[in-house]
């Protein structure tokens, strides 16, 4: 329910406070798409295609040619190179390597529909999370689906 409280936050952001939602044509600032909000403090390269729904927060860094969509990012957060994340929430401190995918299916009546990472959960390069929920502290370099980590 998270991401569907924040797809309508920044639905109702466009209508009453639409200076707060972040625009950008790919050129000069990242390419944005449908309604999304970027901290003043987060590093967004121009290359990466940010949204539908997504909440960038404080420190967070997004890397050149990454893509988001439907998705939480929390204080602290690296996204690197190429890197995708959909229908997900990303914990504070968390970093996500380059050309790595972290997925859920966004079926929100689905057991797993989303993924959820932790505080200070690591994902390695080339690695694939789908649906699954990663508690805090972990590093994972092998690729899961729909698993709880412990």
Known sequence: MSLRCSGLYLSRFRRTSPHLLA???????????????????AKVHPT???G????ISANARVG?????INCIILDGVEIMENAVVIHSIVGWKSSIGKWSRVQGEGDQNAKLGITILGEAVDV????VIVNSIVLPNKTLNVSVQEEIIL
């Open 64 to 68: 050149a040619g990454a893509r988001l």
């Open 23 to 41: 625009s950008g044509d790919g050129k000069r600032t990242a390419t944005i798409v449908g309604d999304v909000y970027i901290h003043p403090s």
């Open 52 to 55: 539908p729904n997504v909440s």
């Open 124 to 127: 390695e390069d080339e690695v």
């Open 48 to 50: 990466s295609k940010i």
